[in-house]
């Protein structure tokens, strides 16, 4: 598909409900109840207007009854993972052992890997995610299949070669040297490809897979050529214990990735569970930024990641649907889970803010704030339409039907940069 944007200006109708990127006081979001979303050349969004006959003399595609808003962001997925959703092999360590390093196995096999990449583009069209963080496997051509997909399904994403070269299975070690070359190789191809739609992450698997010498070589890498980095952190006590007998030199587990010059402020670290006060501290410090995965961490019995914790630190917080321990490729699922989450936890997030995590808050924590995450002037159009019942009307009822029973509320359409993705076009 290609990623150019609309010659000429067009617009959009429906109801419209979107985060404010910068929201003064009051609610964090916008809801009007028959909007015009004006999108111009380059996909960017110049007006978000209410409805009025000659508003807008162009042409108009009318969305009505359906709901325009940003397209959801899910900040933490597995390609490899597609196929093993709902795999309850155990906590994670075993569970990796067990259903998710034999599945990864198969990658190398890049006809398989081209496969399951339309599957898994599939499966985020559907569920309205129009820009992704997903890690591959560590096998080369199984990466370049995964951004050969999302290339052609017109998708925003950010995904990286996963490295490991150590207590993994011999199919899925890849020496360092080996590795590098292959991550500088793929970040040449993809990196800013796709008129800037794709980019390269360097992706160490996890600690206990990595040596120091290879998260070195992959942080200097990623300072080499501006590249994010993307990783796991203390979700779960064994990983915790397992990565502190395999860098005893560290003093706890964030400390691995700062002495080895990952901690940076574009690091993504996913579900930090059980992390120390000291290390939230330092992960405020670097400004890098926590990806919940809340419907995985249940699934798999990790624990619960405390958001007090990032928020009294002003830890940006991303979510994530960490498939294929979570088991939906729906946002919307990762929403409810959040909630229940904090529940938990003694806390109750409002709606809005669940929505505003899935949109704007993790464009922000992406490094994409200012590009994607509210249908506001001067932001690209990555929008979805999402139809509801007639009877769920304003702003309240829309965001609890969205949350808490996404089976009422369909994705009708996807739109990146003013471009219609789901359904596919004609060729």
């Given amino acids: 598909m290609s990623s150019s944007s609309p010659r000429s200006p067009r617009a959009y109708r429906g109801r419209l409900l979107t985060p404010l990127a910068a929201p ?35 042409l108009v595609l009318d969305l009505r009854p359906a709901v325009l808003m940003p397209g959801f962001i899910d900040a933490h997925v597995h390609f490899p993972q597609t196929r093993i959703i709902g795999s309850a092999s155990g906590a994670l360590l075993d569970w990796l052992e067990r259903s ?18 339309a599957e898994f583009t599939g499966c985020l069209l559907a569920s309205g995610t129009t820009t992704c963080v997903a890690f591959s496997s560590s096998c080369p051509g199984a990466t370049d299949r995964l951004f050969r997909a999302l290339e052609h399904a017109g998708l925003r994403g950010i995904a990286g070669l996963t490295l490991m070269d150590q207590n993994c299975p011999e199919a899925l070690c890849v020496p360092r040297d080996e590795a590098i070359a292959a991550a500088r190789d793929l970040a040449q191809r993809w990196h800013g490809a796709a008129a800037g739609l794709l980019e390269f992450a360097i992706t160490p698997r996890f600690a206990p897979t990595c040596s120091r010498r290879l998260m070195e070589s992959a942080a200097q890498l990623a300072s080499d050529h501006g590249l994010p980095v993307q990783t796991h952190v203390a979700e779960n006590p064994a990983e915790v214990e397992a990565t502190l007998r395999e860098h005893p030199w560290a003093r706890d587990y964030v400390d691995v990735y700062d ?16 992390l120390s006060p000291r290390e939230w501290d330092r992960i405020a410090e ?6 919940h995965c809340p419907d995985s961490n249940f699934f798999l019995g990790s624990g619960r990641m405390r958001l007090g914790d990032a928020r009294s630190r002003a830890v940006p917080v991303a979510l994530g649907s960490d498939v294929g321990a979570g088991r939906s490729f729906d946002m919307r699922r990762s929403m409810s889970s959040a909630f229940d989450n904090a529940l938990c936890l003694g806390d109750r997030l409002p709606v809005a803010d669940l929505f505003v995590m899935a949109t704007q808050g993790t ?7 200012r590009t994607i995450g509210s249908l506001e002037p001067g932001k690209e159009a990555d929008f979805i339409a999402v139809r509801f019942p007639e009877r769920v009307q304003g702003e309240a009822d829309l965001l609890n039907h969205l949350v808490f029973a996404p089976e009422t509320a369909t994705v009708r359409r996807s739109f990146v940069r003013g471009r219609p993705i789901h359904p596919r076009p004609p060729e």
């Fill in 100 to 117: 998710v390093f034999p599945e990864e196995a198969r990658f190398r096999d890049e006809g398989y890997a081209e496969l399951v990449a």
């Fill in 259 to 274: 002495r080895v010059g990952l901690l940076t402020d574009r690091a993504l670290l996913a579900h930090g569970i059980h």
């Fill in 286 to 291: 670097a400004r890098s930024s926590v990806v």
């Fill in 363 to 369: 464009a922000d924590a992406i490094g994409l704030g």
């Fill in 24 to 58: 003064a006081s009051g609610s964090p979001v916008r809801f009007l109840d028959d909007a015009l979303l004006v999108v111009g050349e380059g996909g960017l969004i110049e007006q978000v207007i209410p409805f009025s006959p000659g508003a807008f003399r162009g």
